[in-house]
T-cell receptor
């Protein structure tokens, strides 16, 4: 059973601070990992993806992957109130035939 | 501009009615998906397609059916709507890096 686990939150972070979102996955064969942002009542939007161990940066966002620990994280620097949303972690398993496995999401609140 | 279109955005319908949720894409992607998501809850995969004439059931059992006659079009049909079908339905395509691109969703309410 492929699983992606996230703390549901809410995670409350002051404006301007770094928000750290974490995700673990059960399938060691997972190849690629994705972070999505979902505002209430809207559809998920892709933030970034990562498939190699280490860090990947895109603007204020940094994704981190540790395959040995089966751990993925997303850092948001200089957090803004507009970053308040639910963040979904997703994994593509080795077969990838039936698409991504999504976590339940972490609700992030940026306090002005 | 390449995109994914879902219609209608909102639908309120009576129990027992047949409905079709439309999903069209101009991204040229072969793989397409339907997810179901209740408010504040996780995404559940209900159907997917590898391409024309390919349809598969997802992890969550669903009374809906899908068809894929054209690459661009992946409609979802409920033959007889019930209040338990009230949810948000999200259509998605798969990009070259296996990322999912989502449409704006259809919020269905069955009364």
């Amino acid at each position: 059973q492929k699983e992606v686990e996230q703390n549901s939150g809410p995670l409350s972070v002051p404006e301007g601070a770094i928000a750290s979102l974490n995700c673990t996955y059960s399938d060691r064969g997972s190849q690629s990992f994705f972070w999505y942002r979902q505002y209430s009542g809207k559809s998920p939007e892709l933030i970034m993806f990562i498939y190699s161990n280490g860090d990947k940066e895109d603007g204020r966002f940094t994704a981190q992957l540790n395959k040995a620990s089966q751990y993925v994280s997303l850092l948001i620097r200089d957090s803004q109130p507009s970053d308040s949303a639910t963040y979904l972690c997703a994994a593509l398993s080795g077969g990838g035939a039936d698409g991504l496995t999504f976590g339940k999401g972490t609700h992030l609140i940026i306090q002005p | 501009e390449a995109d994914i279109y879902q219609t209608p955005r909102y639908l309120v319908i009576g129990t027992g009615k047949k409905i079709t949720l439309e999903c069209s894409q101009t991204m040229g992607h072969d793989k397409m998906y339907w997810y179901q998501q209740d408010p504040g809850m996780e995404l559940h995969l209900i159907h997917y397609s590898y391409g024309v004439n390919s349809t598969e059931k997802g992890d969550l059992s669903s009374e809906s059916t899908v068809s894929r006659i054209r690459t661009e079009h992946f409609p979802l049909t409920l033959e007889s709507a019930r209040p338990s079908h009230t949810s948000q339905y999200l259509c998605a395509t798969e990009g070259g890096n296996s990322e999912a691109f989502f449409g704006q969703g259809t919020r269905l309410t069955v009364v």
